[in-house]
């Protein structure tokens, strides 16, 4: 059975192997937020009595916690878009984006990271997108599916720039597109079910009260309006 695949930003078990006395040397399999897993290790910080290799355990945890995202020059064919949207994240941030604005394109970016966040660019093609839009569009509503189509072309726009890939595959996906709800005009009924429910509610007038007192008297159903309606 295939070893799972570890999280973005998480690492594997941690080995310890001692050197010398007191000087160890600890070493783990991380996979950064590009999707590929590198092997890092630390060592016992010198001057430092490193009895058991705790110490550099500790310096290779905190290295874990201090690796940083890809740069967009680092980009290519072979990231995941998962590396491409903390790229392009970052932009947004840096554009002065508002963050009620982001919190709404995190949301998105959840949805798409989880169905395509560890596919390569290179294998991004727009049948794979449209199918997910269309898909998305389905499960979450049209909303989400426009602006999970506007981040990807962003994302993608990113990564043409910087040679990543050749073409932004999302400009040939097809638009969204919502079906208006039909307005319906009111009836003779509705007009008159309106008058009756204002000349006839029982329910106090609270900003009347609080700015004049007693509300005005109310008109008698018997004299409240009535529609004629004549035809020719």
Not at 60 to 81: K, N, Q, W, Y
Not at 109 to 127: C, D, F, V
Not at 130 to 141: A, H, M, P
Request: proline content about 6%; charged content about 25%.
């Amino acid at each position: 059975m295939a070893r799972p695949r570890l999280p973005l930003g998480a690492h594997g078990k941690v080995s310890r192997t001692e050197q010398t006395k007191n000087r160890w040397i600890a070493k783990a399999r991380v996979r950064d937020l590009d999707g590929v897993t590198r092997l890092i290790k630390r060592r016992s910080p010198t001057g430092v009595v490193d009895k058991y290799g705790a110490q550099a355990e500790a310096a290779l945890i905190d290295a874990v916690a201090e690796r940083s995202a890809p740069s967009a020059g680092d980009l290519t064919g072979e990231s995941m878009l998962s590396a491409v949207w903390q790229i392009y994240r970052a932009q947004l941030v840096a554009d002065g984006k508002a963050p009620r604005t982001l919190d709404r394109y995190d949301y998105v970016a959840a949805k798409i990271m989880y169905g395509l966040g560890s596919i390569r660019l290179r294998e991004a093609t727009t049948q794979r997108l449209d199918i997910f839009i269309r898909t998305l569009n389905d499960n979450s509503g049209p909303s989400v599916a426009k602006t999970a189509r506007v981040l990807l072309s962003g994302m993608f726009k990113l990564a043409a720039r910087y040679g990543a890939c050749a073409v932004n595959p999302v400009r040939d996906v097809s638009a969204v597109r919502t079906t208006p709800k039909a307005s319906r005009a009111l009836t003779v009924d509705d007009v008159q079910a309106i008058l009756r429910g204002i000349t006839t509610s029982t329910k106090e007038l609270p900003r009347w009260r609080r700015q004049h007192g007693e509300p005005p008297a109310r008109p008698s159903p018997v004299t409240a309006p009535r529609l004629t309606w004549w035809t020719s």
